[in-house]
């Protein structure tokens, strides 16, 4: 007998990557008694971007019974967002948000909000396969899998599982092995970001809470205060146009802080706590969400943009809505993955769509930073923002594209 058949292991679901997809899912999962075990290729804790939450993931972190583990973080509470353009000024507050829901959540270090999900996880009675690489897999007829993975030792194992959850981010793993990357219909862009002290920052509330910058329709950039009083500070925008300025990529990332009027002379003579990051090319897309088997979370599934910070929102609710299926259809009820998965996914992303697509041709943009007040609409867009983008009774919800561009359209 060879050592991979030594080292065989049933599970009934097992879950690619241990973020906040892949914890949520495993967390509901266990609490609904299905066996369930996590493999990660990382070795936590680990850094990954994606540092502001928006309130509804809120509410699929208290279903999977991991909230209380973050609030005792001491993580930058998040009660709302400022945009800025030149001397323009918006301000979005969940408090004031047409969706009922949460008023709150929170700006993290994902290094240590993923370790403290992981380990809650963990505290559940989840394994959690560190440092392991999914090889191969293979589907049967009848759904099951057999998944190859090497582990710490290099040696190969075979885990058996009724069910696979792909919540492995950007490393997309069933994408790749089961050739369903499809690319995204958004241009490339590229973001540029780093960690500084930020001794100068601002104090009361614009010093706490997230600021959205518009430098140009093409360009924007984000300010995310952290509770240890550093900030995470990146620009966003076509990939050519990152490339705006020479010299070293710390020069460079200067460079950029210092062209923006209200970042001017913040952050200068702060120490940048590691060298400037560039992703390029992060919009991805897939063919479908979910077969024979098999499902996909998080941004396994599709990643836009990070200017609305939907990321950690549709990862968790993806999970949380997988690992319900899953617990249906592992009971020998009936699921409709293409409605009940597919469809309501896809819905809420298309919100998301709608608006970052808007951001960038200016319209979403207009309505953002007008002075004709609608209380009412702007409750609505808030919603939106706070992630609550599956509330059909909400206008920019339900009409999402007509709504925006028709606001858009009668303003001066």
């Given at each position: ?5 030594n ?52 509410e ?76 191969e ?82 360009v ?68 479908k969400?979910y077969?024979?088997?098999?499902v ?49 996914l ?67």
């Open positions: 007998m060879s050592q991979e058949e080292n065989r292991i049933k599970v009934d679901v097992l879950i690619i990557g241990a973020g906040p997809s892949g914890t949520v899912a495993a967390s509901i999962l266990k609490n609904n008694g299905i066996d369930v075990r996590i493999v990660e290729k990382e070795v936590f804790p680990r850094f990954v971007i994606g540092e502001s939450l928006l309130p509804h993931c809120m699929n972190l208290k279903e999977a019974g991991l909230l209380d583990a973050i609030e005792g973080m001491n993580f930058q509470k998040k009660y709302g967002a400022k945009f800025v353009r030149n001397n323009e000024v918006s301000d979005f507050n969940f408090s004031n948000q047409f969706t009922e829901g949460w008023t709150y959540t929170w700006q993290v270090k994902r290094a240590e909000f993923d370790l403290a999900l992981a380990n809650e996880t963990q505290k559940k009675g989840v394994v959690i396969d560190f440092n392991t690489t999914v090889k897999v293979k589907i049967h007829e009848d759904g099951s899998s057999e998944i190859t993975v090497i582990g710490p030792d290099g040696n190969n194992s075979v885990i058996e599982a009724k069910f696979i959850v792909d919540g492995s981010g950007y490393g997309r793993v069933l994408p790749r092995l089961l050739e369903l990357e499809e690319p995204s219909d958004f241009p490339p862009r590229t973001a540029f970001f780093a960690h500084l002290n930020d001794r100068n920052r601002p104090t009361g509330v614009d010093g706490n809470r997230i600021t959205i910058i518009t430098y140009s329709n093409e924007w950039l984000w300010v995310i205060p952290f509770s240890d009083s550093t900030t995470s500070v990146g620009v966003v925008g076509r990939s050519e146009l990152i490339e705006k300025f020479t010299g070293s990529s710390a020069e460079q990332y200067i460079s950029w802080l210092e062209d923006v009027p209200c970042l001017k002379g913040r952050f200068v003579k702060e120490d940048i706590l590691f060298e400037p990051k560039k992703i390029a090319g992060y919009s991805a897309s897939v063919k969400l077969g024979k088997g098999f996909l979370t998080g941004n396994s599934t599709e990643f836009l943009d990070p200017v609305f910070s939907s990321g950690v929102t549709l990862a968790t609710e993806s999970a949380a809505t997988a690992a319900r299926l899953i617990t249906k259809a592992l009971k020998g009820e009936e699921v409709n993955w293409e409605e009940d998965y597919s469809a309501y896809k819905r809420g992303v298309d919100v998301f769509r709608t608006f970052v697509s808007t951001w960038y041709d200016g319209s979403l943009q207009k309505i953002i930073y007008t002075t004709e007040s609608n209380m009412e609409m702007k409750r609505q867009i808030c919603s939106v923002l706070a992630g609550y983008v599956w509330d059909q009774k909400n206008p920019f919800v339900k009409q999402h594209a007509r709504a925006v561009k028709a606001l858009a359209n009668v303003l001066k």
